[in-house]
DNA sequence: AATGAATGAGCGTTCATTCAT
DNA sequence: TATGAATGAACGCTCATTCAT
């Protein structure tokens, strides 16, 4: 890696952290370019010579968010192998990616949704990897007994979606004021629904 | 009600049906106020006499879908006694509004979150309306018995995502190609969570 | 006259009462036609049907608070028969007219000049009729011995520029409190300019 | 003064030429941006790069002009030791300042009015500053014996009004041909008033 | 690689005017 | 006479993108 590529490297990844901070504060439309060069200290040519258009900065960021989401969490499973703790992991994984990161949570639950057509695709396929990850656990656990037979496909979303809101949540209201104290009511609603471990079932 | 009010009426009316349209359709920044005076057949003053402004048509609209969606879901709920019944009555309406609506899904699921810092209060509070009237069912049913006690605040908020994202899915990808087909998964998974009904307990 | 006429007389009345206080308020292109209607207590269609349009408003006004001016101060010199006395009546009934309607004189020596090329010529004609109304006494009093001979014409424009612009102030600045109190001053700076009168003259 | 400096300001002052071009002839609320920038052959995103509103544009205008309306009139009775004679020169030097550019003298003493209540403080401020070199050397002249004393804060308003309306009048009517014609009549005004040098006095 | 001046299409909003009632 | 809903042209301003340097 030659000097020149790392100061170029960095000076790409500066617009994307600029581009992050810029998206997350005022929305995909009303991100200026002219702001994201002001932030990472280059000019607008410069963010131009790194990426072909706004888009594909926009897109760039979602791609590394969702990556590194779906990494996180792959690797927090791996690390277990008893189907319940894997689960658990998952989820405490997602928890603590987003609750790290606030403006990565907004860019990916509420930014993104709304950005426009073009961005749709892409969401829809982030939320299928997701999904395919969760399905291929419950999958495995389904088959290891741990969980009963069941429509997976519906239950990773289903799955997927008690999280995001309540990440949304916190990223919109602030509450919880710590993301992750949601992680034992939260864990138990998954595992047991409302109606709670059945009688005689430990945790 | 004279028949110039009548009129106004629904000039007006048509305006917000043009408006969800493009709104549904464009995404709330890439709406053009003139694509929506053409397809109300009027002209954009026509427009802005009865709407002070872009934003105030896109708010106007979400919260008559709110509305709407509350309204369903309590009306649904109302009409049932037993605690279970009540929430899959709950559900089913949820199901079934934004099933019958696409538009409507489309614009309060994922036009509005992105639309804008000054709509995510609007729609905090929506979703704060919704996770209030699930919470007060929730309270109910343990008081009754038919749940252990829990969390309300996080359980409805997990419930009402859960939700959410099956119907965003379907928006995004068109799957199920029928939204209500989910009720049953959904159903089960509300219930009794991903470890399914306990033994000995029916369906 | 019957009681429509006077009751159409007053209506049309009451446009030109709002229309002078919403042009003096806001300006010529700044005030709206809809304000004016509001503050008379009409309807928009109600101003058209006095008056042609807005410009016509605006020439209605600046005719008649022109003819206001002239008038009073003709009548106040025809009611002195003394050549300075003339002069003086001349000039205490243009700081009176003024300094009694505020409004009024930022309509003609304000509002009315930028208001476009359309009213330039009106403004023209009224200085013109007004300077002519000095220069016809300008003659006179030359005639009459009391005034040397002189350019009447630039004169009776520097005489009126002298007391505008000093009027001007008091509408931009509010100096001094009453407008009447330039009177001494500028009447002696109008009779013996900068040098002051000459020795053994009086006052 | 790099290359790019002087290109970048010649197009501003380009932007600038138009600017007064367009705003004395049609007036700062009937100027359009876009014929701004057409006349500059610029495009209309060029002009705002240069300015952030057509008002600032407006008001750069004013503030080069008043200042050097100022700078001539001050460098010209500079020029002069005799108080009558510093007089006549501010009076040449206005006169010529606004005959030899009547775009000028209309934006400063006929648009700048009317443009709104923004404007009306700078010109005001600019009312002020040149009252205040004209009462500064009517002081001197006072203390120095060649006027007696006066209130020359009203006198030099009155000074600056009855130039300004011949002015105007050149300005809309095109009366005399050559403004400066009016010097020698505006000048024995100013000096003696209407009644005319005293006897035994010379010029 | 980087800069920043320049472009120009596009948009939200205003408002004088019209006209059916 | 009077009303006010409707029209539509006009305008200030923004901003993603380009390109000469």
Known sequence: MSGSQTKSESRRQRVLDAALEVFAREGYGNAAVDEIARLSATSKGGVYFHFPS????????????????LERTERAMAAETDPIAKGDAALLAVLRTFGGHRALARLLLIEALGAGREFNQRLSDLHADFARLIAAYLD??????????????????????????????????????????VYPTLRSLLLHGLQGPCAGENR
């Not at 706004?54 to 760039?60: D, R, T």
């Open 54 to 69: 706004k888009q594909a900065i926009f897109l760039s960021l979602i791609d590394a968010a969702g990556a590194l989401l």
């Open 140 to 181: 495995e656990a389904v088959a290891d007994g741990a969980f009963p037979p069941m429509d997976v496909d519906i239950a990773s979303v289903a799955w997927f979606g008690a999280v995001n809101q309540t990440v949304t949540r916190w990223v919109l209201t602030g509450e919880p004021e710590r993301l992750e104290d």
